[in-house]
Every structure is written in C-alpha cells, then in structure tokens.
C-alpha cells in the first residue's frame, strides 16, 4: 500500500502544480488578448443582441412604404435621362456588328490579321505543297486488303 500511496500522492502534486500554472497563463493570454478578442467572445456566447420583446417600434415616420412615391419620382428622373441620352440608341445593325467583332477578336486570339481573306489561293496551294511529303502520302494511299 505503501509503494502505490506515494507514487499516486506525487502524481498528482505534479498534476495540481501543473494545473495551476496552465491556468495561470490561460488567465494571461487572456488579459493579453487583442482589441477584437472581447467583441468575438459576446458574439459567441450571443451577448448584445435584443430579444424579440426588447425590439423597438416604429414611429409614424419610420413606417414602411412611406417613401416610395419618392423614389418611383427619381427612377422616373433617371428613365428620363437615360431614354435622352444619344447613347442609349442601339445600332442599326446589331447582329453584323457582332459578328465583325467576334471575327476581329478570333483573329486576335489566333494571331491572324483581321481581314479573314488574307491567303489567296495560290498561297494555300504553297502551303499544302510543303506540308506534301511523298513517303508519308505516298503511304496513305495505299489499300490495305
């Protein structure tokens, strides 16, 4: 009984010292703790929020609505102005427009000119002949049984 008393009574004077000084230090990370530290922790615990019979009412002026007429008033000044503006009209030609863009931006990408004629047909003919290597075709051509 002896040799079990006196191993478990130091265990745990080493655990209760321990402890102590891991609160100890707790306590001091926590003075330590940055500006934002308090206002995350009553977040957390949900401190600061009202209830829902704390909620304050509205007043008269405060009533919802009440300031629409307003603000249909402006978006009507503002449709105005942007139905005037030259700028809003639309081109005659939308879709061709479009379609030159998306053929000046696809040369662009691929690093052609932009006017999509710019090989005359003898110069694909040139081109072809280059890339015409008789042991390859040569090759292709025959049938197979």
């Known amino acids: 009984m002896k040799n079990t008393t006196i191993p478990l009574l130091s265990v745990s004077v080493i ?5 102590t000084s891991s609160f100890s230090r707790v306590r001091e990370a926590v003075n330590q703790a940055p500006d934002w530290y308090d206002a995350r922790r009553a977040e957390i615990r ?3 929020y009202p209830h829902l019979n704390e909620v304050t009412e509205l007043t008269g002026d405060q009533i919802p609505g009440k300031t629409l007429p307003a603000s249909a008033a402006r978006i009507d000044i503002l449709q105005a102005y942007f139905d ?3 700028r809003t009209e639309l081109p005659a030609d939308v879709a061709g427009q479009m379609a030159a863009l998306l053929t000046r ?3 662009g ?3 052609l000119p932009a006017d999509p004629a710019f090989l005359t047909q ?8 280059a890339f015409n290597v008789p042991r390859v075709t ?7 049984k």
């Not at 655990?15 to 402890?19: D, E, F, N, S, V």
């Not at 003898?122 to 002949?129: D, K, L, S, V």
């Not at 040569?138 to 197979?144: P, S």
């Open 15 to 19: 655990l209760i010292a321990g402890c």
């Open 46 to 48: 949900g401190e600061g």
């Open 84 to 86: 005037s503006n030259e």
């Open 105 to 107: 931006v696809e040369a």
């Open 109 to 111: 990408f691929a690093g």
């Open 122 to 129: 003898a110069e694909i003919a040139e081109i072809e002949a």
């Open 138 to 144: 040569e090759g292709l051509k025959v049938k197979r």
